[in-house]
T-cell receptor, first 114, second 112 residues
Framework: GAVVSQHPSWVICKSGTSVKIECRSL??????MFWYRQFPKQSLMLMAT?????????EQGVEKDKFLINHASLTLSTLTVTSAHPEDSSFYIC??????????FGSGTRLTVV | GENVEQHPSTLSVQEGDSAVIKCTYS??????FPWYKQELGKRPQLIID?????GEKKDQRIAVTLNKTAKHFSLHITETQPEDSAVYFC???????????FGKGTRLHILP
């Protein structure tokens, strides 16, 4: 089956620093990747949609200059949280789509900003 | 845009009994409705999905029904087991290229 790898699984960083999260589709080419943020006991909130080779489409209220998304190849998308602050602490999850809306999720990254 | 409402937020069911989770959607053009199961700290896992040209779909103990007229769809889990305890999310999507909008989730507890 489709496998999506996400790294790191957890990260602790100091306030003001940047963190990069990688999302890879291991056995298929992902035409589209999605990035979600999930706060404790809440639903998945879509942050942005990225298509390979083009700029990401951000959801309303998500700062594109703070959450940088790069989708340089059909198997890799990265999310960089720039100048992270404690309120950015959350569970970030990516998902990958290979032409049909049966999205496969990555294992998630728990970000803690101290 | 699409809005997905999910009820209940929490559901406790005796082991062996059935559980039903209900969702409604706002955009009549939505045509794909997946259900995800998420265990604590883990990724969401697709458990079943249904498209708008089908009214019901079943996979062993799990079934989903769709009422396009009323714009609601439901997840049915029969003969519940302890491993069914998790958070379940319904979702809706307009088409194959569109984003998936999630409901707020239902925390299902299977009581021994």
């Amino acid at each position: 089956g489709a496998v999506v790898s996400q790294h790191p699984s957890w990260v602790i960083c100091k306030s003001g620093t940047s963190v990069k999260i990688e999302c890879r589709s291991l056995d298929f080419q992902a035409t589209t990747m999605f990035w979600y943020r999930q706060f404790p006991k809440q639903s998945l909130m879509l942050m942005a949609t990225s298509n390979e080779g083009s700029k990401a489409t951000y959801e309303q209220g998500v700062e594109k200059d703070k959450f940088l998304i790069n989708h340089a190849s059909l198997t890799l998308s990265t999310l960089t949280v720039t100048s992270a602050h404690p309120e950015d602490s959350s569970f970030y999850i990516c998902s990958a789509r290979a032409g049909a809306p049966r999205d496969t999720f990555g294992s998630g990254t728990r970000l803690t900003v101290v | 845009g699409e809005n997905v409402e999910q009820h209940p937020s929490t559901l406790s069911v005796q082991e062996g009994d059935s559980a039903v989770i209900k969702c409604t959607y706002s955009d009549s053009a939505s045509n794909y409705f997946p259900w995800y199961k998420q265990e604590l700290g883990k990724r969401p896992q697709l458990i079943i999905d249904i498209r708008s040209n089908v009214g019901e779909k079943k996979d062993q103990r799990i079934a989903v029904t769709l009422n396009k007229t009323a714009k609601h769809f439901s997840l049915h889990i029969t003969e519940t087991q302890p491993e069914d305890s998790a958070v379940y999310f319904c979702a809706a999507s307009l088409n194959r290229d569109d984003k998936i909008i999630f409901g707020k989730g239902t925390r299902l507890h299977i009581l021994p």
